[in-house]
């Protein structure tokens, strides 16, 4: 029993004791789980806790950008709208009214929006609010009365004073005070309409906006404002503003008829420029109608929604009346005269040259501009006026309205200007602006004493009619378009010849007047057909008179361009220039018959400034391979090109030597600037005689001579000189020639195998006549040759033996300052060549080429070496 007892606690306790032990793992692992959880919790609360901080600064950060975005993006809204502002509404349409002025719209210019206040927006400078209205918009006000009433003055004086006076006709209808509201527009002489006649304005413009439709606009443009746009010129109808400021008992007062009336107002008005203001009258819906909630100082425009305007206050009324006395001023004296910039066309170098040239050259009394054709008909101009009555200006006006038009392909100018003076010198390039106009392909500039230059420009003009003409045979063409149309890919440029003072060219009955007489009367007579046209202006009657003597010529000037007070341009019964203000013209294309005047405005084309920017606008434009052009300056002495200096190795002996090396001698008076060359063969006579006392131009004939040979091959040279003024010019050629030496007496010994040029300054001061008179006549066969300078041709024949001497072995001269009679012995015909010395100019005669002598330009050689 105790046993059994025994064993029996023996098991209870082992099995309490295995229950114990497994309580114990139990509660051991129950206790790790424990403590793994909240070791898991204690992390998920810490991640919490650093989710909670990263997600406040990336919501503090997406925040700080989306602000500074915000901010970016609505100042840069806001400029851009404050831009577009600004070219929306300039001048007069938006200036602020402490600096309002009204300003003149540029000519084609459309009518911008109206500022009526500002916009607020968060954070950004205020915005200025802008309304349409001319050729945009009705504009109905609602709210306080007396606040839109000032922004209604302000709206017009702002239309008013950004268009042209007299584009804008004001009508008003203000029954309750009788136009008092807008009383400070009363000096533009506007339309009250009485109470109780509003029907009857209302009809009126119906019948208006009929006669738009019907005559102006004819089916052919939508609105005025496109018919404006497509024409030059001004505005066909003015706008007609009708302001009606009513009060509810009035509207009430709108019958069915006056009703149907002004809702066809509000259709059909803004396209025939008819534009209503309203106050106090209900209208109907329509794109056009704009409407505006005025409160005290601000309101809302369903332009802008609900954005808040700030009203502007309205103008003073002092400033208002003013304006419109002002304005009523010049309308009373009519448009001002069109701009130097009126002429210009709305897009450059659009037209065809084909069939004529058509420009501007100013503007009628009624503001249109006045066009002056040249072409088959009227091929030729005359243009005149005395001293001071503006035909530089005139021509200047002319070239920039033809320069603008037609490019350089379609149109050529030759400028030439009597005067003293370079009023063609803008045109070509100067050492401040390298600009130069594209079209221009020549210009003389002081040319008054150089009539030989207006004969050459004539010559080369009649080379180019030849041509012309040569061509248009071939295609069997009879005027330029024809030719054109054949030979499209051919360059014929219509030219305009201007020759300003030609009578200059004309004056005297020497050659030169004889011969450009010639080609005068050719170039007008077929120029014609070939598109040359002259435009000859003159201030001196006699000039022009010289002119009448010549039928031939002068009824082919068809074109007539007189100034105030010319005399003898228009017909002696056409009295139209004695009466017509300063800074006028006549344009006449009937030979200046009266009845066919046409008074031409002309604008002040002398600004040198606007003048430089509109050819620098033509010059950037310039086709390529569009040549400087040629410029003749009276005043200028021309340099020894380069190429006729010996530069590089010197010359080898053993080279081979020319036929006949030719001297330059200096600038030919020509079109193309060549150098007057004197050949020097193996044939008697090659000697050159400079002759004359001034001693620096001998000089530098003899040395452009001499340095030219000296480039052409191999060649020695003895320098002779007698006369100590002309040492230091003789040794520094001297320097520059390559074999060259010095001698006190004219060589004895003077053939060899290469060309050998004796240069003899002042031989009349003691050469030996027999020595020098072998050197003469045996010389050239020895391809020797005598370049001297001699004083006076009777000096000459002294230092070749006296009165007896001959002069033949003297082949070629170069007369400096020795009258055409002295000549005479080295002259085939009596009498001597007809010659009046002037300074920097020389008398070049070969006898072997020349049938009579040619004026030529010495060249300035040393002037970089003193
Ligand atoms: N339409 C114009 N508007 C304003 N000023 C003008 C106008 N035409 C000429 N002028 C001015 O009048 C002056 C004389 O004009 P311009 O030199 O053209 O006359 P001109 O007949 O060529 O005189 P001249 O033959 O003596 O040179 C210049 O100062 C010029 O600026």
């Not at 606690?9 to 295995?18: K, P, S, W």
């Not at 409160?295 to 502007?312: K, N, S, V, Y």
């Not at 009346?321 to 066309?345: I, K, N, Q, V, Y």
């Not at 520094?732 to 040029?757: K, M, N, Q």
Request: glycine share 8%; aromatic share 6%.
């Amino acid at each position: 029993m105790g046993s059994h007892r025994n064993a029996l606690v023996a098991v209870v306790r082992q099995e309490l004791a295995e229950a114990r032990g497994a309580a114990r793992a139990v509660l051991a692992e129950a206790e790790s789980a424990r403590g793994e959880a909240q070791n898991r919790r204690r992390l998920v609360r810490d991640a919490y806790a650093t989710c909670l901080n990263q997600l406040a600064e990336a919501r503090d950060a997406a925040r700080r950008d989306i602000q500074r975005r915000f901010q970016h993006e609505s100042t840069r809204l806001a400029g851009n709208v404050r831009r577009l502002a600004a070219v929306s509404a300039t001048g007069a349409a938006g200036l602020p009214w402490r600096m309002w002025a009204p300003t003149e719209p540029a000519p084609g210019a459309r009518p911008g929006l109206l500022r009526i206040g500002s916009l607020n927006l968060d954070d950004t400078a205020a915005l200025p609010a802008l309304v349409p209205f001319l050729d945009a918009a009705h504009l109905h006000f609602e709210g306080t009365h007396p606040v839109a009433d000032g922004v209604i003055t302000g709206l017009l004086l702002r239309a008013l004073g950004s268009s042209r006076p007299g584009d804008i006709e004001l009508t008003v209808y203000d029954p309750e005070h009788l136009g008092g509201t807008l009383a400070p527009f009363a000096p533009l002489g506007i339309s009250f309409v009485a109470p109780g006649s509003l029907g009857a304005t209302l009809d009126d413009l119906v019948e208006h906006i009929c006669r738009v439709n019907e005559t102006v606009l004819a089916g052919e443009h939508q609105s005025l404002a496109d018919l404006t746009a497509a024409t030059t010129g001004p505005r066909p109808e003015p706008w007609r503003v009708v302001v009606l400021l009513a009060d509810p008992a009035t509207a009430e007062e709108l019958t069915n008829a006056q009703r149907a009336q002004l809702d066809r107002i509000v259709r059909t008005g803004v396209a025939c420029g008819v534009h209503l203001v309203v106050r106090g009258l209900a209208l109907g819906d329509h794109p056009t109608v704009r409407r505006l909630v005025v409160t005290d100082q601000t309101a809302t425009c369903d332009i802008t929604g609900d954005l808040e305007i700030r009203l502007d206050p309205p103008p003073p009324a002092d400033r208002v009346t003013s304006f419109c006395r002002a304005t009523a001023e010049r309308l009373r004296a009519g448009p001002p005269p069109a701009r130097f910039a009126d002429l210009e066309p709305r897009e450059l170098w659009a037209e065809s040259s084909a069939h004529g040239l058509v420009a501007p050259i100013g503007d009628a009394t009624d503001g249109s501009l006045v066009e002056v054709p040249l072409g088959d008909d009227p091929p030729h101009a005359l243009v005149g006026g005395p001293s001071g009555s503006g035909k530089t200006n005139l021509l200047y006006a002319w070239l920039a309205a033809l320069a603008t038009r037609y490019g350089p392909e379609e149109l050529a100018f030759y400028l030439l200007d009597f005067k003293e003076g370079v009023s063609f010198a803008r045109f070509v390039p100067g050492p401040r602006d390298p600009a130069w106009l594209p079209q221009v392909r020549l210009a003389g500039i002081n040319v008054n004493g150089d009539r030989e230059f207006g004969l050459a420009m004539l010559r080369h003009l009649s080379e180019e009619l030849r041509t012309r003409a040569q061509a248009a045979k071939r295609v069997d063409a009879t005027k330029l378009a024809e030719l054109r149309a054949e030979d499209p890919t051919g360059h014929w440029p219509r030219i305009v010849a201007v020759i300003d003072e030609f009578q200059v060219l004309l004056s005297g009955r020497d050659a030169v007047a004889d011969e450009a007489v010639t080609l005068l009367e050719d170039l007008a007579r077929r120029g014609r057909s070939q598109g040359i046209h002259l435009i000859l202006a003159s201030q001196d009657v006699s000039g022009i008179e010289a002119l009448w003597g010549r039928s031939g010529l002068i009824g082919q000037f068809t074109l007539r361009i007189a100034l105030p007070k010319a005399r003898r341009i228009l017909a002696d019964d056409n009295l139209a220039a004695a009466v017509i203000p300063r800074f006028h013209a006549v344009v006449n294309t009937q030979s200046g018959t009266s009845g066919a005047n046409q008074v031409v405005r002309l604008p002040d084309a002398g600004d040198r400034l606007v003048w430089r920017s509109l050819q620098r606008r033509l010059w950037r434009d310039r086709p390529e391979g569009c040549e400087q052009p040629r410029l003749f300056d009276g005043d200028a002495v021309p340099r020894l090109p380069e190429s006729c200096r010996p530069s590089g190795p010197v010359p080898d002996a053993a080279a081979p030597v020319g036929s006949s090396p030719g001297a330059v001698l200096g600038e030919r008076i020509d079109v193309a600037a060549r150098p007057a060359r004197l050949r020097l063969g193996r044939m008697p006579g090659r000697n050159l005689a400079v002759l004359g006392t001034r001693t620096e131009e001998a000089c530098d004939v003899l040395a452009a001579a001499a340095l030219s040979l000296a480039a052409q091959g191999p060649a020695h040279f003895s320098v002779v000189c007698l006369d100590p003024d002309a040492a230091r010019a003789a040794a520094r050629l001297i320097a520059e020639l390559p074999s060259a030496d010095w001698c006190d007496v004219v060589p004895s010994e003077p053939f060899g195998t290469i060309p050998h040029y004796v240069l003899g300054y002042a031989l009349d001061a003691g050469a030996d006549p027999a020595a020098l008179r072998r050197l003469l006549v045996e010389g050239p066969e020895h391809r020797t040759h005598v370049l001297g300078w001699w004083r006076s041709p009777g000096r000459l024949r002294d230092s070749l033996g006296g009165p007896g001497a001959r002069l033949d072995p003297i082949g070629a001269w170069v007369a400096l300052d020795v009258q055409g009679p002295d000549l005479a012995p080295l002259y085939p015909q009596p009498g001597g060549p007809a010659w009046y010395p002037r300074n920097r100019r020389a008398l070049f005669f070969d006898r072997s080429v020349h049938r009579t002598p040619e004026v030529i330009v010495p060249y300035e050689v040393n002037s970089d070496h003193t």
